[in-house]
């Protein structure tokens, strides 16, 4: 009888290897979780000296040595075991956690989708101890020499879980989220120094230091004069921590921080609070850096609410976001001394990012003497392969505003926004001319109607076909700078220029990749004013970074379509006849006159009657 019951249960116990497995889908997403797992052990050992070795963004190898207080025979193969943990005794031990690590599962999970060595020895101890799990299964411990602490190596991640392993990103990206995660723990713990290698290059060397150096030494030297410290204590919780000066702020994320007591942890509508007080002194879809920090007794904070412990819950959260909202903004206008922010004439309707500020760029053909305010200078004919471009170009401005042909332009995209008609190719005689509106739109009249055309976007589509020619060009158009410029980057940015490296140079930039995160650029394209190289060089790749969390194009797209936007006429730019004349001219010689890269219509039709309608 009882053995009729067993056979026919549907319902059985998993064996451990595929619970492991299991565990690690959730602990486990990337090598990043790796080495956040280790970090945090190694901290939680006392560990005050930390050496991490990286090979192929963590696939081949992640490697973590530490000084901690190490483990005994006995510990080392129960370290692997699931809900095995020093750190938690009882029940109540869960609502008091001060430690990183406490569930027990890490270990286990690791070792379970890759090939682990373990060697360890404590202070006290003649000699140290070797353990190797490989895929789940132990082999031997053994006797052998090694320096008190623990170094911990993973090879070959997800080597029997391809299908995890094949839906890993590209190394630089996934090397992104590793150094994001060396961060968290680097600014948490400026008690321990950190030194870290990736395929033989130093990405960091921290020694043990106060926030303030640390920050510094991670993002730049540049932040040093430019972070804005705060702080406040109550019986409940105490804040502490750092904010940037908004001219550091850019175009990606990736530089907010949040703590609590040590902990990172992310907080969606928090972050929101925090970069919305910057909303007076940023432009759109700027990021400042922040490192917050909230000390608060553990029982009032709940850390086990999420797998990757990247989540919290906070007993009064209301209180604990006003507070931070408070402090963060009484910071902020002291910084600034409450400064006048109004806009000026030129700026009031610019939703574009630059806000009519001067984008440091200016063109080959110099200014004539109509020439437009602030030096701008009159855009050059875009270089295109083809002979007949110019001829190209006229033919087109002649289709919308001659009367040569009756048929609409095959390529015409149909939106709502700018609809075509053949009335709308009527002559523009030269009284006529063009027109400016707050410095941002270029207005011109048919016989039919108005045509308005958006300058920035339109110059944007210009910049960004003149930009994916020179891809393809086996010389670049390239202005030698008289003395490099040495640039010194984040580790994050510096990878993601390696990335890019081939494309920008093929793009008209002269970049020589040297040690410690540093670049020299020796050359620029020919449409950047010379002086303002490392500003442009910089908001390329925040930009190319923000587009990749929006859009999916090609790397030479992405890198093209940011290059543009940093290089296009602002709204809020006056130009002359002369200029808006060969704007128009250089437009209309593009492939995809009617749409900016991003699909926004460079030009809008208002028909007379529309008009006329408004007046009745």
């Known amino acids: 009888m009882s053995d009729t019951h067993i ?89 008091k956690i001060r430690t990183l690590g406490f569930r027990g599962e890490a270990m286990a999970s690791i070792a379970s989708i890759s090939q682990v060595t373990v060697k ?60 994001r995660t060396i961060q968290y723990a680097a600014l948490a713990s400026t008690d321990v120094a950190f030194y870290v290698e990736a395929d033989g290059d130093v990405i960091y060397d921290l020694p043990i230091q106060d926030l303030k150096d640390r920050v510094t030494q991670i993002f730049g030297s540049s932040y040093k004069a430019s972070l804005i410290e705060f702080g406040e204590e109550t019986s ?29 942890f992310q907080h969606r509508y928090l972050t929101h609070v925090i970069l919305s007080l910057y909303d007076a002194w ?95 200078q009159v855009p050059s004919r875009i270089n295109y392969r083809s002979n007949s471009v110019q001829g190209k170009g006229r033919d087109l401005a002649d289709q919308l505003y001659g009367g040569r042909s009756n048929q609409q ?26 027109w400016q509106l707050h410095n941002s739109y270029i207005l011109t009249q048919t016989r039919s109607g ?47 220029l390696k990335e890019l490296h081939s494309i920008i140079q093929r793009m008209g930039f002269s970049v020589q990749l040297l040690s410690g995160n540093t670049a020299m650029i020796n050359g620029v394209p020919a449409d950047i004013e010379i002086g303002n190289e490392e500003e442009v060089l910089i908001s390329m790749l925040h930009q190319y970074q923000e587009l990749g969390q929006k859009i999916k194009l090609e790397a030479r797209e992405k890198l093209a379509i940011a290059f543009a936007s940093k290089a296009a006429i602002p709204r809020g730019k006056k130009l002359s006849q002369e200029e808006m004349e060969s704007l128009v001219d250089q437009l209309f010689a593009c492939e995809q006159p009617y749409l900016d890269p991003l699909k926004k219509p460079t030009i809008s039709y208002i028909p007379l009657d529309e008009i006329q309608a408004r007046f009745r």
Not at 10 to 34: C, D, F, M, T, Y
Request: net charge negative.
């Open 282 to 376: 940023t432009r759109n879809n700027e990021y400042p850096f922040y490192a917050l920090f909230f000390d608060i007794d553990p029982s009032k904070v709940d850390v086990n609410v999420h797998p990757a412990k990247m989540e919290v819950k906070f007993e009064d959260e209301r209180s604990v976001i006003q507070l931070a909202r408070s402090v963060v903004n009484r910071a902020l206008n002291k910084h600034f001394q409450v400064p006048d922010i109004q806009p000026n004439e030129d700026t009031f309707l610019s939703d574009d990012p630059s806000k009519g500020f001067d984008s440091g760029f200016s063109f080959n053909r110099p200014a004539t003497s109509g020439g437009g305010e602030g030096g701008f």
């Open 450 to 496: 108005l045509t308005v055309i958006d300058q920035h976007l339109a110059h944007k589509r210009i910049i960004f076909e003149k930009a994916m020619n020179a891809t393809e060009e086996a010389l670049p158009s390239t202005q030698q700078l008289l003395f490099a410029q040495t640039l010194e980057l984040s580790a994050s940015d510096y990878t993601l």
């Open 409 to 434: 332009p095959s390529d015409y995209p149909e939106t709502q926004t700018f609809k075509p008609a053949q009335d709308q190719k009527e002559k523009v005689t030269q009284d006529q001319g063009f």
């Open 120 to 179: 360890t020895k404590r202070a006290e101890d003649e000699n140290g101890w070797e353990f190797e799990v490989c895929g789940g299964e132990e082999r031997e411990i053994k006797p052998t020499a090694t320096d008190d602490g623990t170094t911990i190596a993973v090879r070959n991640l997800f080597f029997n879980v391809p299908a995890r392993r094949q839906f890993l990103k590209t190394d630089v990206t996934e090397l992104r989220h590793i150094l």
């Open 236 to 264: 409940y919780v105490k804040i502490h921590g750092f904010a940037s000066d908004p001219k550091l702020a850019k175009k990606s994320r990736g530089e907010q921080f949040l703590f609590v007591n040590g902990r990172p």
């Open 7 to 95: 056979s026919d249960s549907i319902i059985h116990q998993l064996p451990p290897e595929i619970s492991n497995k299991i565990a690690a889908g959730e602990v486990i997403q990337r090598p990043a979780s790796v080495i956040k797992e280790l970090l945090d052990n190694a901290i939680d050992a006392g560990a005050d000296q930390l050496k991490i070795l990286i090979q192929n963004a963590g696939r081949t190898l992640i490697q973590v040595s530490d000084n901690g207080c190490g483990m005994s025979k006995e510990d080392l193969p129960l370290c692997f075991e699931r809900h095995a943990t020093s750190k938690i005794n009882s029940v109540d031990d869960l609502f």
